[in-house]
């Protein structure tokens, strides 16, 4: 990693419901991805100011009250192009389309600065858009790590600009594959519930925040395997673990999530011993990103592409198939 460091600033006024609230749990309220542990540790190194006095993390905010964190946030991050293999799935001098595995994080963040999509494709391409700044050059959209599939990534400027556009306006289809958990009553469904921080634990999200935003998903039985189903899901907003969150909050985690659902414990539930040692192979969450259209940046014709599914999704589902299932 190279760069320097400046301070970041975050400014919050005390509504009128917020008035009697502690300082820790008012931050931790707050739409910055900080967990009330992480809020305190800030507070105590006087990284937090009160109507310009630093407070304990149980001082008794008041309506009005004008409470200012500070955090170190990373400049001029030089991100460096690393020789990583990458699966092309489609590429022009606008767009590479690229089919990415799981575990692979797509841009430089915060414990990842190495080994990201944007540090292969820097090796790869040498012309990504620069719009998406020192971390993000080209991105987009994004994958979760631990979910594999398809992701457009823009080469130039104008290409960002449009294909944001259309993102913006909903015009890109992205169909996910899903493995999860329960008998999906009825073929086809939506779900419409916002999605935002969860209102306790700040680095996950939840349909319970005060504060989500719209969010909407439609999804189709694939194939039944008794208590395990998979599902085609299409998303018409892109919140962050929108499709995982969705899914828990109706009753049917992804296999192999442990952030939503517990999946842990659900496979403790499962009686058959070779089914459960079949199903604990799935190390991340059962979520591919399986199809994806939108119309060429440059050309505008009408793109679509289609990613198998990977090999450790493909080996439950054709185990479910040949007659084992959940009881």
Sequence with gaps: MSGNFMEKHNQFTVSVNEGGMRLDVFLARQDIALSRSQVQRLIDEKRVRVNDDTEKASFKLRTGDTVILTQEAPKDYHVLPEDIPLSIVYEDPS??????????????????????????????CRDLSGIGGFLRPGIVHRLDKDTSGLIVVAKSDSAHQELAKQFKEHLVRKIYKALVFGDMEGDEGIIDSPVGRHP????????????????????????????????????????????????HSAGHPVLGDNVYGNSAKRLQNIHEPLLRSKLREMKRQALHAWRLEFHHPATRQHLQFVSHLPRDMERVCVFLRDGVRCS
Excluded: C
């Design 200 to 247: 306790v634990d700040r680095k996950i999200m939840s349909t319970k925040s005060r504060r989500g935003k719209e969010a909407l998903t439609r999804w189709n039985v694939a194939e039944r395997y008794g208590t395990l189903t998979l599902l085609d899901v299409e998303i018409e907003t892109g919140r962050t673990h929108q499709i995982r969150v969705h899914l």
């Design 95 to 124: 767009i590479v389309v690229v089919d990415k595995p799981a575990g692979m994080v797509v841009h430089p963040a915060a414990g990842h600065f190495q080994g990201t999509l944007v540090n292969a494709l820097l090796h790869h």
